[in-house]
């Protein structure tokens, strides 16, 4: 994969130039290594679903260490009720995933195969935000 970089429209436009099927996997920089989260594909235009994941929160758990995720809530005290309380704190946009990485693929098979390589890689359902295990008919 080809990466990584910072999850915004910009760097999605500059870097993903052809619309066409292809692979991604989603995380943080933690420690200056990239810590791949997610795993996915699109079986037609990897730019336009990358760009569908700008701001847009991770659903699980597993997150990166607080100091460097924008959108991680900071340790304070207990606000007694009727008090007015400090929103999120952080840095950046508030979102969940902050760096992308990618790759073409020549068929929507192709980036089906990849992706099921992919989340095996990376650790699965035991290491990865994903719900599920890569399924579905390719181009489907």
């Known amino acids: 994969m080809n990466g990584d970089f910072p999850l915004n429209h910009e760097a999605i436009d500059r870097r993903v130039a052809s619309v066409a099927p292809g692979n991604y996997a989603l995380g943080y ?7 791949v989260f997610y795993i996915g594909r699109s079986d037609s235009d990897i730019g336009s679903c990358l760009h569908a994941w700008v701001g847009m929160p991770t659903r699980f ?7 460097r995720a924008a ?27 902050t760096r992308f990485a990618y790759s073409y693929a020549s068929s929507p098979a192709a980036a089906f195969e990849k992706q099921c390589r992919n989340f095996v890689d990376f650790g699965g359902r035991r290491d990865l935000d994903n719900e599920f295990a890569p399924a579905g008919e390719p181009g489907k």
Request: charged residues 25%; without cysteine; aromatic residues 12%.
């Open 71 to 97: 959108w991680e809530l900071r340790s304070r005290a207990a606000v007694p009720l009727g008090q007015p309380a400090f929103g999120r704190v952080g840095v950046g946009e508030d979102t969940g995933y």
């Open 29 to 35: 920089v933690i420690d200056e290594a990239f810590s």
């Open 61 to 67: 758990d597993r997150y990166a260490p607080a100091n």
